[in-house]
Every structure is written in C-alpha cells, then in structure tokens.
C-alpha cells in the first residue's frame, strides 16, 4: 500500500507564491515518476508538473516558468514551488504517482489565489 499526503495549501494573493509538498510512504520500491495535477470546479483534472526518475520535467503549458518541481529522493517527497500566482491558478492540487507501473494518487490540497 502507498500513501501519497499532501501539504502546503492555502490562501494567496495574487502575485504571491506557495510551495507544496508531497510525501509518499508504504511499499515503495520503485518510483518511476512524482508530480502534480490540478482540478478547478467544471475543469477536467489538469497536468501541472512531473518529475521523472531520469530528471525529466515535463510542465502544463499555464505554468511553465512560474512553477519549479524538485524531488528528495531521501525523503521520497516532491516538492511543487509556485511564484507568481493567478487567480486562474486556484484549484485542488493532487499529487500522483507512478511506482512500479501503478498509478497513486493523493486526497489533494487546495490553492486559493484571490486579494
């Protein structure tokens, strides 16, 4: 079983920035790749940003030189940097996972970015 918990949401204004966290735990013995997804009301669930094993990055078109994703390896936690956020940037973020070719994901934690 794999946990995927999620921290760092919450309210900003626009311009601001926040950073999530995403920890996994359980049976891991294999990460293939940790990112972030996104989900405004009436939207379908977005890509934000993933990480791959390799150090890959691959980043949702809205956010690309706005929002960094890094990894600790040691601590089998990514990590979601967001500066200079929009109010268009207001969603739950969920944290996904691909470990041993299965997908995981977190309960998500909501991005609120309105003055």
Known sequence: QVQLVESGGGLVQPGGSLRLSCAASGSIFS??????????????????ATLWSGGFTNYGGSVKGRFTISRDNAKNTVYLQMNSLKPEDTAVYYCNADIGGKAFWGKGTLVTVSS
């Open 31 to 48: 990460i293939n790749s940790m990112g972030w997804y996104r989900q405004s009301p009436g939207k379908e669930r977005e890509l934000v």
